[in-house]
């Protein structure tokens, strides 16, 4: 979770993304945002986030990002 953190930060650091739960539905991570964020994930974390992955309820928080990362993983 860590590694994620950083990686969050450094994407949008003027985001608090560990009290944050609304990233998308608030318009805090835009398209582009979301596909930098999708990129660095599968480089980061070694994982592939198939299309239907790609939606709000995955994305709105950094433990929602997380449990997807996990998620995955265990699929693989």
Same mark, same amino acid.
């Given at each position: ?16 993304? #560990?009290?944050?739960? *609304?990233? &998308?539905?608030?318009?805090? !991570?835009? /398209?582009?945002?979301? %596909? ?11 994982? #592939?986030?198939?299309? *239907?992955? &790609?939606?709000?309820?995955? !994305?709105? /928080?950094?433990?929602? %990002? ?11």
């Amino acid at each position: 979770m860590e590694e994620l953190m950083e990686l969050l930060q450094a994407l949008k650091p003027e985001i608090d993304f #560990e009290t944050e739960k *609304e990233l &998308i539905d608030d318009g805090l !991570l835009e /398209s582009f945002d979301v %596909i930098t964020l999708i990129a660095e994930i599968e480089d980061q974390f070694g994982v #592939e986030i198939p299309a *239907e992955e &790609i939606v709000p309820e995955n !994305l709105n /928080s950094a433990e929602g %990002i997380w449990n997807l990362i996990q998620r995955i993983r265990e699929e693989e």
